[in-house]
């Protein structure tokens, strides 16, 4: 069975500011005493730069990332762009993006073909909605969103699944440990379909309400190999516990 080390991710969203990145010297601490894990965080695109200067230990990454290396695009960031200012995770795909900026599957793909050509560690997110899960369509909608998201090429960057259920994310819900189970396992199931030996291989995160209370059992569930973690990823008293939690799990 292939051995995966557990991956933690904080998620910043729109939030966080130069003060706030004095929470990264604590977290950097915690991640080097939790020699088993790995540790990022993804700030807003204005804090990658200083974030990597002050916790080169941890990995620094943007929340998203466009598809195209430079152009006409107003607002937006490149994977060159997050590159030279230190980040070494894109996440892509993320339900509020494809929410709010109405992402396709096909848009996360190019974003997450274009951060894993560079060599980034990219995360593709996905997940149902509340009424989907009631619909009893939850595996089916993940299982098309990585048909449609995960590109078939993994280049040279490490391709990362976040499954984060849509009504988990900032609201205090957690998904069982059964049904988690049951999607991580969907989830596995379809990467070793496409990548074989190498999708035994690649790390398939939780997210959604992860806290210091409930990481434990979440690690404990097969196929769990860490978590990508929003609100309780803005302050190191939050987040050190999840890490530990991490580093304490088989
Ligand atoms: P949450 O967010 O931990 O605040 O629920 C998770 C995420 O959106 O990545």
């Known amino acids: 069975m292939a051995v995966r080390r557990k991956l933690i991710v904080g998620n910043w969203k729109m939030n966080g500011s130069l003060a706030a990145l004095a929470e990264l010297d604590p977290m950097a601490a915690a991640a080097a005493n939790c020699c088993d894990v790995d540790v990022g965080i993804c700030p807003p695109f204005t804090l990658v730069a200083p974030a990597a200067a002050r916790a080169p230990s941890l990995a620094i990454g943007g929340q998203d990332c466009h598809a195209a290396e430079s152009g006409a695009h107003t607002g937006c960031v490149s994977v060159p762009m997050l590159k030279e200012a230190g980040a070494k995770i894109a996440i892509t795909g993320h339900s509020e993006r494809r929410a709010d900026q109405h992402e396709s599957n096909e848009d996360v793909r190019a974003k997450a073909l274009s951060a894993l ?49 849509i009504w988990a994310i900032g609201t205090g819900k957690v998904a069982t440990p059964a049904d988690v189970a049951e999607m991580h396992t969907a989830i596995r199931a379809h990467l070793r379909s496409r990548f074989g030996a190498e999708g035994e291989g690649m790390r398939i995160l939780y997210g959604g309400s ?24 803005l302050t190191a008293a939050q987040f050190v516990p999840i890490i530990e939690a991490a580093a304490s799990a088989k």
């Open 117 to 165: 050509s560079a060599g980034l560690l990219t995360i593709v997110c996905v997940g149902e909605s509340a009424a989907q899960r009631d619909a009893d369509e939850a595996v089916a909608v993940v299982t098309a969103q990585l048909a449609g998201s995960v590109p078939d090429e993994t280049q040279t960057g490490e391709l990362v699944v976040a499954y984060e259920p």
């Open 210 to 233: 992860v806290k210091a209370d409930n990481a434990a059992e979440l690690f404990a569930v097969p196929d769990v190999d860490g978590a990508l973690v929003g609100g309780a990823s």
